[in-house]
């Protein structure tokens, strides 16, 4: 099998004191490997979106190591920790973070240019991955111009910009219709397929079936584990 590009090791986080206190994360030990797409289900406060502000550095546990592409996340400074978020972990968060200040293609070039790359060479590329999720034309539009879905589609297209490797979306479809949610699967199965490593966060059944593997989270801990869902027919079927 090829090589781990996120790793968690008997992980815990805690939310809280006292009485307020809640474990959002127990024990929990995961491995995720180049061209792997894992998918994460589990009821609401299971420990979904925890898992993946672990995985991505932007909060660290209490306990355990998170290691991404072969560093461990505890050991860099916040520096480190933002080179790593900006050259190997493409987020696709449920709030989109979106810049209001900057256009389509403003927001999704941010990644590269803060890499160093000049906009020159950064534009061309946002441009084509606003085309790769049905959004060519939109590139000068401000996300308060844009409906929900698309400024979805905007985070999307951000996120999977570059070559970065290990990609995390939580509910990456929930703003969309059914066509334009399968695209955005089919885009996020294509980047994985092509090498990065992914993990899903959804409560779709549906969707968990684009990936390789599944898992269960239930009040902060791994419960089951199971090999792909029935895959659904379009991705069975070659794309249109």
């Known amino acids: 099998m090829s090589a781990s590009v996120l790793e968690l090791q008997g992980v815990y986080r805690t939310h809280g004191t006292g009485e307020t206190k809640v474990h959002a994360l127990r024990d929990v030990s995961l491995a995720v490997h180049a061209g792997e797409l894992v998918a994460v289900m589990g009821p ?11 995985a991505g550095g932007l909060d660290g ?3 355990g190591t998170v290691v991404v592409e ?3 996340l505890s050991t860099l400074n916040k520096r480190q920790l933002a080179e790593v978020r900006r050259h190997s972990v493409g987020y696709v968060f449920q709030a989109l ?17 803060l890499s160093g790359m000049p906009i020159r060479k950064a534009r ?10 049905d959004l060519a034309g939109h590139a000068d539009r401000f996300p308060d111009e844009m409906s929900g879905g698309q400024q979805q589609r905007v985070a999307i297209a951000r996120a999977l910009i570059g070559d970065r490797r290990l990609v995390l979306a939580d509910e990456p479809t ?3 219709d059914s066509t334009t949610g399968e695209a955005v699967l089919r885009l996020l199965r294509a980047r994985v397929d092509a090498g990065a490593a992914g ?3 959804t409560h779709e059944a549906r969707h968990a079936a684009w990936a390789d593997r599944v898992i269960f989270l239930r009040d902060g801990s791994i419960v089951d584990t199971s090999g792909p869902l029935a895959k659904p027919e379009s ?4 794309a249109s």
């Open 44 to 54: 609401s406060g299971s420990g979904k979106s925890t898992l993946l502000n672990l």
């Open 61 to 63: 546990p209490d306990q």
């Open 70 to 72: 072969g560093r461990p």
């Open 97 to 113: 973070n979106l810049l209001p200040s900057l256009t389509a293609a403003e927001n999704v070039a941010l990644p590269l240019e």
């Open 124 to 133: 061309p590329l946002a441009e084509a991955a606003l085309s790769e999720v």
């Open 174 to 176: 929930g703003a969309l």
């Open 199 to 201: 993990v899903l966060v």
């Open 235 to 238: 991705l069975l079927a070659p």
